[in-house]
């Protein structure tokens, strides 16, 4: 079973998604507050594959994404959240 991650950002709202072939397994939401911080708001696990560190997967690929473009993170999210303070490089992507 190959697992995809998918990518949409319209400068306003991100989407990150992963997928099991066709199946979508869970999904990260984030919004842009202007265009160096944006919030991730929810993090979200099928319950049939919640477990196997989806959610994390998908919280590591906003972090990349942020590293990318040079942006600040605020993990509104409490999983993100939980994510973000437990990683100590990921800790310097928070928003102060």
Known sequence: MDKAIKHEDNGK????????EETLIG???YLWNG???????STEV???HRGNGYAKTLVL???EIAKERQAKVIPQCSYARAVFER????RALIAK
């Not at 709202?13 to 099991?20: A, E, K, N, Q, S």
């Not at 265009?35 to 708001?41: A, D, Q």
């Open 13 to 20: 709202v991100g989407r990150i998604t992963l997928y099991d």
């Open 27 to 29: 999904e990260l939401i």
């Open 35 to 41: 265009t160096s911080t944006f919030t991730i708001t």
């Open 46 to 48: 099928n319950p049939a």
């Open 61 to 63: 690929k906003a972090a």
């Open 87 to 90: 990683a100590p490089d990921l």
